[in-house]
């Protein structure tokens, strides 16, 4: 059981490192086209940096569902390592009444993902606006 949890827990961190990795790579990107002002707008550019907003907004909700299920995931694991626990360990307990339950490091991951998701939307909401302004 605990072979299929460590699996678990590294697909759920492998995972959450793509994901940073991939937002983090188009913000980049993003960032270094954003147009100083509505003078600084071309139309193509206007569309390919919403494109990529959007896509940045796409892939930060990808994350978030990668990481709901991978919890998901590991967290039927936990419960079925609890539930042995007892017949396996006796007295020793590994799962059982551990402090915490090593939520900590799951809320960054949380918390990373919609850094990226206000930084999108953000993103996005410059390009319109600027977009807008250089149209009129």
């Known amino acids: 059981m605990l072979s299929y ?26 960032a270094s086209k954003l147009p100083s002002s509505s003078r600084d707008v071309h139309g193509a550019q206007a569309i390919i940096l919403t494109v990529a907003c959007l896509g940045g907004a796409i892939l930060s909700i990808l994350w978030h569902r990668a990481l709901k299920v991978g919890e998901t995931w590991i967290s039927r694991w936990e419960r079925v390592c609890v539930t042995l626990e007892p017949e396996a360990f006796g007295e020793i307990e590994i799962w059982r009444n551990r402090p915490g339950g090593g939520d900590s490091a799951k809320r960054v991951a949380h918390h990373t993902a919609w850094l990226f998701s206000i930084l999108w939307t953000l993103a996005l909401g410059y390009v319109v606006l600027v977009g807008f302004l250089a149209c009129t």
Do not use: H, K, M, Q
């Open 5 to 30: 949890l460590v699996y678990e827990n590294t697909v759920y961190w492998t995972r959450s490192s793509f994901f940073l990795a991939a937002n983090a790579g188009l913000l980049g990107f993003v």
